[in-house]
Protein backbone atom coordinates (compact mmCIF):
# COMPACT_ATOMS: atom_id res chain seq x y z
CA UNK A 1 0.00 0.00 0.00
CA UNK A 2 1.09 3.07 -1.14
CA UNK A 3 1.47 6.01 1.25
CA UNK A 4 -0.72 9.51 0.77
CA UNK A 5 1.92 12.55 2.05
CA UNK A 6 0.24 15.42 0.77
CA UNK A 7 2.51 17.50 2.20
CA UNK A 8 5.77 15.77 1.58
CA UNK A 9 4.90 15.20 -2.46
CA UNK A 10 3.91 18.97 -1.86
CA UNK A 11 7.73 19.46 -0.39
CA UNK A 12 9.45 17.57 -3.62
CA UNK A 13 7.65 19.37 -5.89
CA UNK A 14 8.72 22.76 -4.31
CA UNK A 15 12.64 21.82 -4.15
CA UNK A 16 11.93 20.54 -8.48
CA UNK A 17 10.69 23.64 -9.26
CA UNK A 18 13.27 25.50 -7.69
CA UNK A 19 15.75 23.19 -8.81
CA UNK A 20 14.55 24.11 -12.38
CA UNK A 21 13.93 27.97 -12.11
CA UNK A 22 17.71 27.73 -11.29
CA UNK A 23 18.64 25.89 -14.51
CA UNK A 24 16.19 27.54 -16.77
CA UNK A 25 17.37 31.39 -14.80
CA UNK A 26 20.65 31.72 -17.28
CA UNK A 27 19.12 30.20 -20.62
CA UNK A 28 16.20 32.91 -20.45
CA UNK A 29 18.25 35.96 -19.11
CA UNK A 30 20.89 35.15 -22.35
CA UNK A 31 17.88 35.39 -24.67
CA UNK A 32 16.33 38.25 -22.81
CA UNK A 33 19.91 39.87 -23.60
CA UNK A 34 20.42 38.81 -27.03
CA UNK A 35 17.04 40.27 -27.41
CA UNK A 36 18.02 43.97 -26.54
CA UNK A 37 19.93 47.14 -27.92
CA UNK A 38 23.30 48.46 -27.28
CA UNK A 39 22.01 50.98 -24.33
CA UNK A 40 19.47 48.57 -23.13
CA UNK A 41 21.51 45.76 -22.51
CA UNK A 42 24.54 47.81 -20.75
CA UNK A 43 21.39 49.16 -18.03
CA UNK A 44 22.68 48.08 -14.64
CA UNK A 45 20.18 46.33 -13.63
CA UNK A 46 19.10 45.45 -17.07
CA UNK A 47 15.50 44.89 -17.96
CA UNK A 48 13.92 41.25 -18.03
CA UNK A 49 11.45 42.37 -20.29
CA UNK A 50 11.78 41.23 -24.04
CA UNK A 51 13.28 43.55 -26.54
CA UNK A 52 12.77 43.72 -29.82
CA UNK A 53 16.19 43.50 -31.27
CA UNK A 54 16.03 39.44 -31.40
CA UNK A 55 16.50 38.90 -35.34
CA UNK A 56 18.30 41.81 -35.92
CA UNK A 57 21.28 40.21 -33.34
CA UNK A 58 21.16 36.76 -34.17
CA UNK A 59 21.51 38.33 -37.76
CA UNK A 60 24.56 40.29 -36.94
CA UNK A 61 26.13 37.53 -34.71
CA UNK A 62 25.97 34.88 -37.54
CA UNK A 63 27.95 37.41 -39.84
CA UNK A 64 30.43 38.86 -37.72
CA UNK A 65 31.39 35.48 -36.23
CA UNK A 66 31.06 33.42 -39.28
CA UNK A 67 28.90 31.06 -37.43
CA UNK A 68 27.97 28.79 -40.48
CA UNK A 69 31.40 26.93 -41.32
CA UNK A 70 31.85 27.32 -37.34
CA UNK A 71 28.96 25.08 -36.72
CA UNK A 72 29.60 22.44 -39.20
CA UNK A 73 33.45 22.12 -38.06
CA UNK A 74 31.93 21.80 -34.30
CA UNK A 75 29.10 18.83 -35.27
CA UNK A 76 32.10 16.97 -37.18
CA UNK A 77 34.25 17.16 -34.24
CA UNK A 78 31.80 16.64 -32.04
CA UNK A 79 30.21 13.91 -34.06
CA UNK A 80 34.18 12.19 -34.78
CA UNK A 81 34.60 12.37 -31.20
CA UNK A 82 31.59 10.86 -29.64
CA UNK A 83 31.61 8.24 -32.13
CA UNK A 84 34.84 7.15 -31.62
CA UNK A 85 34.55 6.96 -28.02
CA UNK A 86 31.74 4.74 -28.37
CA UNK A 87 33.24 2.21 -30.55
CA UNK A 88 36.77 2.25 -28.91
CA UNK A 89 35.13 2.22 -25.35
CA UNK A 90 33.65 -0.76 -26.62
CA UNK A 91 36.25 -2.19 -28.02
CA UNK A 92 38.39 -1.69 -24.96
CA UNK A 93 35.48 -3.09 -22.16
CA UNK A 94 35.05 -6.41 -24.35
CA UNK A 95 38.56 -7.39 -24.47
CA UNK A 96 38.67 -6.34 -20.40
CA UNK A 97 35.72 -8.08 -19.58
CA UNK A 98 35.80 -11.44 -22.61
CA UNK A 99 39.09 -12.61 -23.08
CA UNK A 100 41.71 -14.17 -20.62
CA UNK A 101 45.19 -12.79 -20.75
CA UNK A 102 47.93 -11.59 -18.01
CA UNK A 103 47.62 -8.17 -16.38
CA UNK A 104 44.14 -7.40 -18.06
CA UNK A 105 43.08 -6.07 -14.70
CA UNK A 106 46.20 -3.52 -14.67
CA UNK A 107 45.48 -2.37 -17.60
CA UNK A 108 42.07 -1.74 -16.61
CA UNK A 109 43.45 0.65 -13.62
CA UNK A 110 46.20 1.95 -15.85
CA UNK A 111 43.11 3.07 -17.95
CA UNK A 112 40.71 4.26 -14.74
CA UNK A 113 43.42 5.88 -13.36
CA UNK A 114 43.82 8.64 -16.40
CA UNK A 115 40.30 9.68 -14.95
CA UNK A 116 42.85 11.75 -13.36
CA UNK A 117 44.41 13.45 -16.45
CA UNK A 118 42.35 15.61 -18.20
CA UNK A 119 43.31 17.25 -21.38
CA UNK A 120 44.71 20.41 -19.99
CA UNK A 121 47.15 18.33 -17.50
CA UNK A 122 48.96 16.57 -20.63
CA UNK A 123 48.43 19.51 -23.31
CA UNK A 124 51.87 20.36 -23.61
CA UNK A 125 53.25 16.66 -24.51
CA UNK A 126 49.46 15.98 -26.81
CA UNK A 127 49.98 18.96 -28.62
CA UNK A 128 53.98 17.92 -29.58
CA UNK A 129 52.55 14.81 -30.76
CA UNK A 130 49.77 16.12 -32.75
CA UNK A 131 52.27 18.76 -34.25
CA UNK A 132 54.54 15.49 -35.27
CA UNK A 133 52.50 12.19 -35.13
CA UNK A 134 56.12 10.46 -36.62
CA UNK A 135 58.59 12.12 -33.87
CA UNK A 136 58.05 9.17 -31.49
CA UNK A 137 59.46 6.90 -34.29
CA UNK A 138 62.36 9.67 -35.18
CA UNK A 139 63.78 9.84 -31.88
CA UNK A 140 63.67 5.96 -31.70
CA UNK A 141 65.64 6.02 -34.54
CA UNK A 142 68.35 8.91 -33.79
CA UNK A 143 68.49 6.63 -30.26
CA UNK A 144 69.16 3.29 -31.79
CA UNK A 145 71.44 5.13 -34.20
CA UNK A 146 69.09 3.76 -37.16
CA UNK A 147 69.15 6.81 -38.90
CA UNK A 148 73.04 7.73 -38.74
CA UNK A 149 73.56 4.48 -40.25
CA UNK A 150 70.75 5.14 -43.09
CA UNK A 151 72.95 8.35 -43.78
CA UNK A 152 76.06 6.93 -43.88
CA UNK A 153 74.78 4.26 -46.36
CA UNK A 154 72.55 5.80 -48.67
CA UNK A 155 73.55 9.68 -48.02
CA UNK A 156 70.15 10.49 -47.01
CA UNK A 157 68.70 12.00 -44.18
CA UNK A 158 65.86 10.31 -41.97
CA UNK A 159 63.30 12.93 -41.05
CA UNK A 160 59.53 11.42 -40.43
CA UNK A 161 57.43 14.53 -40.26
CA UNK A 162 53.38 14.11 -40.29
CA UNK A 163 51.56 17.24 -39.11
CA UNK A 164 48.01 17.23 -37.83
CA UNK A 165 48.03 20.87 -36.87
CA UNK A 166 44.50 22.54 -38.47
CA UNK A 167 42.82 19.10 -39.47
CA UNK A 168 39.93 17.19 -38.11
CA UNK A 169 42.16 14.02 -37.11
CA UNK A 170 44.31 16.52 -35.34
CA UNK A 171 40.92 17.19 -33.50
CA UNK A 172 39.46 14.30 -33.37
CA UNK A 173 42.14 11.72 -32.34
CA UNK A 174 43.18 13.39 -29.17
CA UNK A 175 40.21 13.48 -27.63
CA UNK A 176 38.61 9.53 -28.09
CA UNK A 177 39.73 7.18 -25.28
CA UNK A 178 37.77 7.82 -22.51
CA UNK A 179 37.96 5.63 -19.60
CA UNK A 180 34.70 6.60 -18.26
CA UNK A 181 33.29 4.95 -21.26
CA UNK A 182 35.48 1.86 -20.46
CA UNK A 183 34.12 1.71 -17.46
CA UNK A 184 30.54 1.93 -18.07
CA UNK A 185 30.97 -1.11 -20.57
CA UNK A 186 32.60 -2.76 -18.41
CA UNK A 187 29.95 -2.74 -15.58
CA UNK A 188 27.30 -3.36 -18.77
CA UNK A 189 29.17 -5.86 -19.93
CA UNK A 190 29.77 -7.78 -16.63
CA UNK A 191 26.18 -8.17 -15.90
CA UNK A 192 25.40 -10.10 -19.43
CA UNK A 193 24.83 -13.70 -18.40
CA UNK A 194 27.11 -16.34 -19.00
CA UNK A 195 24.93 -18.71 -20.53
CA UNK A 196 24.32 -16.35 -23.25
CA UNK A 197 28.13 -16.29 -23.92
CA UNK A 198 28.03 -20.26 -23.99
CA UNK A 199 25.21 -20.16 -26.05
CA UNK A 200 26.60 -17.93 -28.60
CA UNK A 201 29.87 -20.08 -28.83
CA UNK A 202 27.93 -23.41 -29.11
CA UNK A 203 26.17 -21.69 -32.34
CA UNK A 204 29.60 -20.85 -33.83
CA UNK A 205 29.80 -17.29 -33.06
CA UNK A 206 33.24 -16.22 -32.95
CA UNK A 207 34.40 -13.43 -30.39
CA UNK A 208 33.66 -10.65 -33.36
CA UNK A 209 30.03 -12.08 -34.05
CA UNK A 210 29.10 -12.58 -30.36
CA UNK A 211 30.25 -8.71 -30.14
CA UNK A 212 28.33 -7.16 -33.15
CA UNK A 213 25.29 -9.32 -33.43
CA UNK A 214 25.07 -9.87 -29.36
CA UNK A 215 26.24 -7.13 -27.42
CA UNK A 216 26.22 -4.15 -29.45
CA UNK A 217 22.21 -4.80 -30.14
CA UNK A 218 22.16 -5.50 -26.05
CA UNK A 219 24.44 -1.93 -24.88
CA UNK A 220 22.26 0.23 -27.44
CA UNK A 221 21.47 2.51 -24.41
CA UNK A 222 24.50 2.59 -23.05
CA UNK A 223 25.93 3.86 -26.51
CA UNK A 224 23.36 6.53 -26.70
CA UNK A 225 23.79 7.51 -23.65
CA UNK A 226 27.59 7.75 -24.00
CA UNK A 227 27.60 9.28 -27.34
CA UNK A 228 25.08 12.17 -26.35
CA UNK A 229 27.44 13.26 -23.16
CA UNK A 230 30.59 12.71 -25.48
CA UNK A 231 28.90 15.16 -27.74
CA UNK A 232 28.18 17.61 -25.38
CA UNK A 233 31.61 17.50 -24.01
CA UNK A 234 33.34 17.63 -27.59
CA UNK A 235 31.19 20.33 -28.62
CA UNK A 236 32.21 22.55 -25.53
CA UNK A 237 35.67 21.82 -25.87
CA UNK A 238 37.74 25.18 -26.32
CA UNK A 239 41.47 24.95 -25.19
CA UNK A 240 42.11 22.28 -27.45
CA UNK A 241 40.31 23.81 -31.11
CA UNK A 242 42.09 27.10 -29.55
CA UNK A 243 45.64 26.05 -29.35
CA UNK A 244 46.38 23.78 -33.04
CA UNK A 245 43.59 25.89 -35.04
CA UNK A 246 45.51 28.80 -36.51
CA UNK A 247 42.87 28.67 -39.79
CA UNK A 248 39.73 29.70 -39.48
CA UNK A 249 38.47 26.85 -42.24
CA UNK A 250 38.92 24.46 -39.10
CA UNK A 251 37.80 26.45 -36.30
CA UNK A 252 35.08 25.84 -33.97
CA UNK A 253 31.65 27.46 -32.98
CA UNK A 254 32.69 27.73 -29.38
CA UNK A 255 36.13 29.54 -29.90
CA UNK A 256 34.95 31.64 -32.39
CA UNK A 257 32.33 33.67 -29.77
CA UNK A 258 35.60 35.54 -28.64
CA UNK A 259 35.06 37.53 -32.10
CA UNK A 260 31.93 39.18 -30.41
CA UNK A 261 33.72 40.93 -27.62
CA UNK A 262 35.63 43.46 -28.84
CA UNK A 263 39.23 44.74 -27.84
CA UNK A 264 40.32 46.81 -25.28
CA UNK A 265 38.85 49.76 -25.39
CA UNK A 266 36.18 48.97 -27.69
CA UNK A 267 32.49 49.22 -26.62
CA UNK A 268 31.07 45.30 -25.27
CA UNK A 269 28.68 44.66 -27.47
CA UNK A 270 26.75 42.35 -25.28
CA UNK A 271 23.30 41.62 -26.73
CA UNK A 272 25.66 39.98 -29.80
CA UNK A 273 27.34 38.30 -27.90
CA UNK A 274 24.57 37.11 -25.68
CA UNK A 275 23.13 36.28 -29.49
CA UNK A 276 26.03 34.39 -30.61
CA UNK A 277 25.82 32.24 -27.03
CA UNK A 278 22.28 31.38 -27.72
CA UNK A 279 23.40 30.28 -31.34
CA UNK A 280 25.89 27.75 -30.43
CA UNK A 281 24.78 26.77 -27.28
CA UNK A 282 21.27 25.41 -28.80
CA UNK A 283 21.78 22.90 -30.97
CA UNK A 284 23.63 20.70 -27.89
CA UNK A 285 20.39 21.77 -26.33
CA UNK A 286 18.57 19.96 -28.71
CA UNK A 287 20.59 16.97 -28.80
CA UNK A 288 19.65 16.72 -24.94
CA UNK A 289 15.99 17.14 -25.34
CA UNK A 290 15.78 14.26 -27.60
CA UNK A 291 18.31 12.05 -26.38
CA UNK A 292 16.83 12.28 -22.76
CA UNK A 293 15.01 8.92 -22.36
CA UNK A 294 17.89 7.37 -23.92
CA UNK A 295 20.67 9.29 -21.40
CA UNK A 296 18.26 8.00 -18.55
CA UNK A 297 17.71 4.17 -20.27
CA UNK A 298 21.47 3.95 -20.58
CA UNK A 299 22.65 4.74 -17.37
CA UNK A 300 20.36 3.55 -15.04
CA UNK A 301 18.06 0.53 -16.85
CA UNK A 302 19.35 -3.16 -15.90
CA UNK A 303 17.33 -5.63 -18.32
CA UNK A 304 19.07 -7.40 -21.01
Given at each position: ??????????????????????????????????????????????????????????????V????????????????????????????????????????????????????????????????????????????????????????????????????????????????????????????????????????A?????G?????I??????????????G???????????????????????????????????????????????????????????????M?????????????
Amino acid sequence: MVERTPFLNFFTHLILFVGFVFCVAPFAVVAIAASHNLRDVNDVPMSLLPGSDFWVNIKTAWVTAGLGPKLLNSFIVAGGVAAGKVIISALTAFAIVYFRFPGRMFIFWLIFVTLMLPLEVRIVPTYAVVANVLSPYQAILDVTGFSWLIEKLSGVQVSLNLGLLNSYPGLILPLVATATGTFLYRQFFLTVPDELTEAARMDGAGPLRFFIDVLLPLSRNNMAALGTIMFLWAWNQYLWPLLITTDQSHAMAVTELKQLIPNVGGTPEWHIAMAGTLIVMLPPLLVVVLMQRWIVRGLIATEK
